[in-house]
């Protein structure tokens, strides 16, 4: 864990630095033609259920304009959709990695309403930290449902290792550069988490 948390503080802090150029232009793009904040904060769950706050650029309008607040498509703007697609949204939260918040590789960061609906089994993704990219990311991203995206999750926690770390961070390359997985059929990212069917002759209390 030592060495995994070293190659992230390493990884993130080349990267923050090499892509500063980037990051400023699309900083200024945002601030530009969409206003401010430039950047999207939200709790998510980290290690253990810890909250903390998840860094992105901002892809949609405030819920305060003059638009229907009601759907991400809605809301969704087209500097948004292209920085969504080609993930670019998602350079801030290298900051989250040299916090300590997320690791390179792990279960991605979910809104922390999602703790309570998990079952005892999908909550071993909470052992370890977060990623910005991981064994569901490269498999399908958001065009797995919830319950194939938290079993590769656990997957992931249950057989770890650096060089499987190593092999993801190099597998992300292609999804990235095709733009797959973008959003699940008729989203523009993934469908709200309700919680899962507990197994039949169970009380839906008795799964979460």
Do not use: C
Not at 142 to 156: H, K
């Amino acid at each position: 864990m030592w060495l995994k948390r070293l190659v992230d503080l390493v990884v993130a802090a080349t990267a923050l630095i090499a892509l500063s150029p980037v990051i400023a232009v699309l900083a200024v793009s945002i601030r530009l033609l969409d206003g401010s904040p430039v950047l999207f904060r939200q709790l998510r769950s980290g290690r253990r259920g810890r909250p903390f706050r998840l860094y992105k650029f901002r892809t949609m309008r405030s819920a305060d304009s003059n638009f229907d607040p009601s759907t991400d498509a809605v809301r969704i703007t087209r500097l948004g959709r292209m920085l969504r697609s080609s993930s670019l949204d998602e350079l801030p939260s290298l900051v989250n990695v040299i916090l300590g918040d997320m690791s390179l590789v792990g279960p991605r960061p979910l809104p922390v309403e999602y703790l309570d609906r998990y079952s005892p089994e999908q909550r071993q993704r909470l052992e370890m930290r977060p990623g910005i990219t991981g064994l569901a990311q490269v498999r399908g991203r958001n065009l797995l449902n919830w319950e194939d995206r938290f079993a590769l999750d656990v997957e992931y926690v249950k057989n770890h290792s650096l060089r499987g770390d190593l092999r993801l961070l190099a597998d992300t390359v292609r999804p990235v550069l095709l733009r797959q997985g973008v959003s699940a059929d008729g989203e523009v990212t993934m469908t709200e988490f309700l919680g899962s069917l507990p197994p039949e002759g169970e009380a839906p209390g008795d799964a979460r």
